[in-house]
């Protein structure tokens, strides 16, 4: 079975603080992707990554980057928390078969 | 514009009342069609992937098919544990790359 792990399940932080959120995967997958989740906008893609310190940006990448310095390992940073970036963020990873795989999520709130 | 519709939004259902949701979807070069479906606070759980018009797979009470602009997910005889909100997301591109759509919020009373 594939894992993918999230750092936190929820996670509260105020305006203007640096964020990470870790994602972790156990299947050396190459492609891995970090999406936000609204309510009314459903999931929308921020970055993904398709090799190790390789990284394309998604359709809402404004105000984050991302790490990957390890193939299992992919980090979205909020280098300025805002409260517009409030949200549930889910990672997931990709294998061959372009079927994704979703971590649990990270229920963001920014005060 | 690619675009991905799901309907209905929301559907309620009595326990067996068998039902279908729709995804339809407007893209150039599909590669996969994918059915997730998602518990409230959780991250989406993979169901399905179809890859071709005419495909259909099956799992428990639930059947998804493919046309070659919509897909429908057939849910027979539900119970109340198949209560979620179901995602039908596509990707077009070798990155893998998924546009979701809506989302159907499906309700399933005993």
């Known amino acids: 079975d594939v894992k993918v792990t999230q750092s936190s399940r929820y996670l509260v932080k105020r305006t203007g603080e640096k964020v990470f959120l870790e994602c972790v995967q156990d299947m050396d997958h190459e492609n891995m992707f970090w999406y936000r989740q609204d309510p009314g906008l459903g999931l929308r893609l921020i970055y993904f990554?398709?090799?190790?310190?390789?990284?394309e940006k998604g359709d809402i990448p404004e105000g984050y980057s991302v790490s990957r310095e390890k193939k299992e390992r992919f980090s979205l940073i909020l280098e300025s928390a805002s409260t517009n970036q409030t949200s549930m963020y889910l990672c997931?990873?990709?294998?061959?078969?372009?079927?994704?795989?979703f971590g649990p999520g990270t229920r963001l709130t920014v005060l | 514009e690619d675009q991905v519709t799901q309907s209905p939004e929301a559907l309620r259902l009595q326990e067996g009342e068998s039902s279908s949701l729709n995804c339809s979807y407007t893209?150039?070069?599909?590669?996969?069609l994918f059915w997730y479906r998602q518990d409230p606070g959780k991250g989406p759980e993979f169901l399905f992937t179809l890859y071709s018009a005419g495909e259909e797979k099956e799992k428990e009470r639930l059947k998804a098919t493919l046309t070659k602009k919509e897909s429908f997910l057939h849910i027979t005889a539900p119970k109340p544990e198949d209560s979620a909100t179901y995602l039908c997301?596509?990707?077009?591109?070798?990155?893998?790359?998924?546009?979701f759509g809506a989302g159907t919020q499906v309700v399933v009373t005993p």
């Open positions: 997301a596509v990707t077009t591109d070798s990155w893998g790359k998924l546009q």
């Open positions: 997931a990873s990709k294998e061959s078969t372009d079927t994704q795989y």
């Open positions: 990554s398709y090799d190790v310190k390789m990284k």
């Open positions: 893209v150039s070069g599909l590669r996969g």
